[in-house]
């Protein structure tokens, strides 16, 4: 332990103002939260002032959110953060220099999980930022998804270049990754077990005096910051080891004419001391910014920390099978759009598809990695005019969202459903037939979001993931 750091501590007291670097999923959320915490006495949330972000700032000072979708009492807790004084977002990262403690929530894709290369740009930026304005005494933390060694390495080497500091004796660094799902950001904060590790035992406690006020039935796990940079990219490795393990079983099942939701309740029916059935849902792939790369960031961090590996790692390891596996499903949803219009002797070429859903999760504007994309890509590719339905995103780039439900129906040969936003699962299967003109039109049910029944009975081809018991069923006439 540092006395000098610890002295430094001491002298500051505890800590009162918080900065936020990241006003996206994560930093929007926590943000609003540590505002609200009697503990702290304001919040300074850093946005750059980009064509493509920094509309946010105007937004978020007027207690709006930019999050579109539906995130219960977020908007309600940023509206009174704001009218209560305690929230301010600016692009001035000099801000930082009055900050007892700061944040980094930004983004850490990989440029090609081929190589496993991730692309540190935006993180490595807000880091230099930050170090330029950094204070004395002040608890820096990531809590960015990262490859494990980056707080202790990248991370430090920049903070303590830019701000003539040294990390454990002049400033406080911690890893303390978010564990958000879109949806339920605010409860997830509040309630989930918040992982927490400093560089040293000093950075390990400041950082838990930080989140300790802004959890409710959450508790604190303090561990390295190597080590809470393993947990966090395992727990999502995990996660998308067991989503493929459902979208295996779905394909199974549909090779074998069973329906994959049976077979999914009869073994989630199992239940006694030391059974463990953590089965998930299949669904039409895997998107957002976490589960698509997380393995891969973990996979390298082995590598990067490991040295030279004798065991199956990267592509070759359970977690990237289960890669392949999740990002198989949109080519299987593909495969089930040409089985469908086959079945009515229709080619793709020419053909008119309604894709419903473009967010990569359900009642969310978030379209991050969206499983839609290659199978749009692939139905343009085969001659297919593809519109695109959600009622909730705004705008992505190069597509033409519609928010019309009926104009993206109308003439559809197909309907595609890629998300189950809530919109969907009220389809009236009389109502979509008329719309689509077709006496036969094909119905690919991707999320498991419509009763097959009710759409065959109507005269639809249907296709569903997992559902061996119905994709070949007799065409009603």
């Keep these: 332990m540092s006395s000098r750091l610890q002295s430094i501590i001491d002298g500051i007291g505890p800590i009162r103002k918080v900065g936020v670097v990241g006003m996206g999923y994560v930093g929007i959320p926590a943000a609003a939260l540590f505002a609200d915490a009697p503990e702290f006495e304001f919040v300074r949330g850093f946005q750059r002032d980009s064509p493509s972000s920094g509309y946010k700032i105007a937004m978020l000072n007027r207690g709006e959110s930019p999050l579109k979708g539906e995130e219960p009492g977020l908007e309600e807790l940023l509206a009174k953060v704001v009218d209560a004084g305690k929230f301010r977002c600016t ?120 989140y300790r006020p802004v959890l409710t039935t959450g508790k604190i796990i303090p561990m390295t910051a190597t080590a809470a940079e393993v947990t966090k990219t395992a727990e999502n490795a995990f996660r998308d080891l067991q989503i493929a393990a459902a979208n295996q079983l779905a394909l199974h099942c549909e090779a074998m004419g069973v329906n994959v939701y049976d077979v999914r309740a009869g073994i989630d029916s199992l239940k006694g001391e030391g059974i463990t059935r953590a089965i998930l849902w299949p669904g039409a792939g895997v998107g957002g910014h976490c589960l698509t790369k997380d393995s891969w960031h973990l996979e390298r961090g082995a590598q990067v920390l490991g040295g030279d590996l004798w065991y199956p790692h990267g592509a070759e390891s359970i977690f990237g099978v289960a890669r392949m596996i999740n990002e198989f499903m949109p080519r299987h949803m593909v495969h089930l759009t040409l089985e469908g219009l086959k079945r009515t002797d229709k080619s793709p070429e020419g053909a008119t598809v309604a894709l419903l859903g473009w967010a990569f999760i359900q009642n969310s504007d978030d379209t991050r990695n969206t499983p839609a994309e290659p199978y749009l890509a692939a139905m343009e590719e085969a001659g297919a005019k593809v519109r695109v339905h959600d009622p909730f995103v705004e705008r992505y780039p190069g597509i033409e969202v519609s928010h019309d439900l009926d104009a993206a129906l109308e003439g559809a040969d197909v309907v595609t459903i890629f998300t189950g936003h809530h919109h969907y699962a009220s389809l009236d299967p009389a109502r979509v037939k008329e719309l689509s003109g077709k006496e036969h039109p094909v119905i690919v049910d991707g999320r498991n979001a419509v009763d097959p029944d009710a759409f065959i009975r109507a005269g639809f081809v249907y296709k569903g993931i997992g559902r061996g018991d119905r994709n070949n069923h007799p065409i009603r006439e």
């Excluded at 990989?110 to 608890?139: C, H, M, V, Y």
């Excluded at 980056?150 to 454990?168: C, D, F, N, V, Y």
């Excluded at 990754?177 to 000093?202: A, T, W």
């Design 91 to 210: 692009p001035d990262f000099s801000g930082v220099a009055e900050c007892d403690a700061v944040t980094l929530a930004i983004q850490t894709p990989f440029k090609d999980p081929k190589d496993l290369i991730p692309d540190f740009s935006a993180l490595t930026e807000g880091l230099r930022q930050t170090g330029r304005n950094l204070s004395e005494g002040t608890l820096v933390v990531l809590e960015s998804t990262v490859t494990p060694g980056t707080t202790a390495g990248m991370a430090r080497k920049i903070l303590e270049e830019e701000s003539g500091l040294t990390a454990g004796e002049e400033f406080c660094l911690a890893h303390a990754p978010e564990r958000v799902m879109v949806g339920r950001l605010l409860r997830n904060i509040r309630e989930h077990d918040r992982i927490v590790g400093g560089i040293d035992d000093v950075s390990t406690a400041r950082a838990i005096e930080l």
